[in-house]
């Protein structure tokens, strides 16, 4: 690899690596998650407190979800972090994939959250089991459905202004768990009301949210560590590659590593280009492909000579 310093162009390097200067963005959009991890944290801890003191299983449940949300945000912090350092020798790619590695450990985590908050509800709805300091308990989820939506403001204020969909989706995912946490508010009403069942029939309805998030975290996993692309991704860097003059057909991959998305594209090209010709058209196709693929954090680009007469 060659350095040709001095030039701003992001596909300078070549091999490239593009890499978009969204850096005040990102600090936005970090501290928007630390923010609300920190305050989703607080506020399933103190459900957790309570849910001990008062044997409520809805609230242990919401306790639980919201913790693991937490858990998920800080996987994301842990990727960012280790994908600063930057390739080794002998991790020749960084380790952005660190961030999937843990987000199985987290996978498994919440999985196993689910069973043991569905297992308590169960056992406390066959046992008839009773729950102490209902005023206690309800004041728990009320603090779960605050914690909730301030968080679900916060995240949807800083996603509009950044226009982070990412945000955006995670504001809506805040609003829809503070339904998690009404669910329980109405079980321990339910309670207050004389009505038993309410707070272990709540426990198992909060539980299919926590295995709606378990859903969610598992199939993303499974989908960055089997290379899963968005298709999309593909048709926009073939044509972004294949309408520049001179290439007669483009072939492009991409997968993730982490937050990298690493786009490759093969070009077969018009056989009289030489070698420097080929490598001004990398990039070009490099700027076209950012253009059209803004995620895109990686380009590899390799030519091959095009059948003559092709
Ligand atoms: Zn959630």
Not at 78 to 87: D, E, H, M, Q
Not at 116 to 124: I, L, N
Not at 164 to 177: G, N, P, Y
Not at 203 to 215: N, R, S, W
Request: proline content about 3%; aromatic content about 6%; overall charge neutral.
């Amino acid at each position: 690899m060659h350095k040709t310093s001095g030039q701003r162009d992001p596909a300078a390097a070549f091999p490239l690596a593009v890499r978009r200067d969204d850096s005040e963005d990102r600090r936005l959009a970090n501290r928007a998650i630390a923010v609300s991890a920190a305050g989703l944290a607080a506020t399933g801890l103190a459900e957790l407190l309570i849910a001990v003191l008062t044997g409520s299983v809805g609230l242990l449940g919401d306790a639980i979800h919201n913790l693991s949300d937490v858990s998920t945000s800080a996987v994301v912090f842990l990727g960012f972090r280790l994908s600063r350092r930057g390739p080794t020798e002998r991790y020749p790619y960084g380790l952005d994939r660190a961030e999937d590695l843990a987000g199985v450990g987290i996978a498994i985590v919440i999985w196993a959250s689910a069973a043991f908050a569905g297992f308590e509800s169960v056992r406390k709805l066959l046992n008839h089991g009773s729950t102490a300091h209902v005023g206690i308990g309800i004041a728990g989820a009320a603090l779960g459905i605050a914690g909730n939506q301030v968080v679900a403001r916060y995240k949807l204020t800083t996603g509009r202004r950044i226009r982070s969909a990412t945000l955006i989706a995670d504001a809506r995912h805040s609003w829809l768990d503070a339904l998690s946490s009404a669910g329980a508010l109405a079980g321990l009403a339910a309670v207050a009301a004389g009505q038993r069942w309410g707070d272990p029939v709540a426990g198992i309805a909060v539980t299919l949210f926590i295995c709606h998030v378990g859903y969610e975290v598992t199939t993303d996993v499974i989908g960055r560590l089997a290379d899963g692309v968005d298709p999309d991704v593909i048709t926009a860097a073939e044509s972004a590659a294949g309408d520049l003059p001179g290439v007669i057909h483009a072939h492009a991959r991409a997968r993730w590593t982490g937050r990298i998305l690493r786009v490759e594209v093969e070009a077969w090209v018009d056989p009289g280009l030489t070698a420097r010709e080929a490598d001004a058209l990398g990039r070009q196709a490099a700027g076209a492909i950012a253009g059209r693929v803004p995620d895109m954090g990686s380009f590899t680009w390799s030519t091959r000579a095009a059948p003559e007469g092709g």
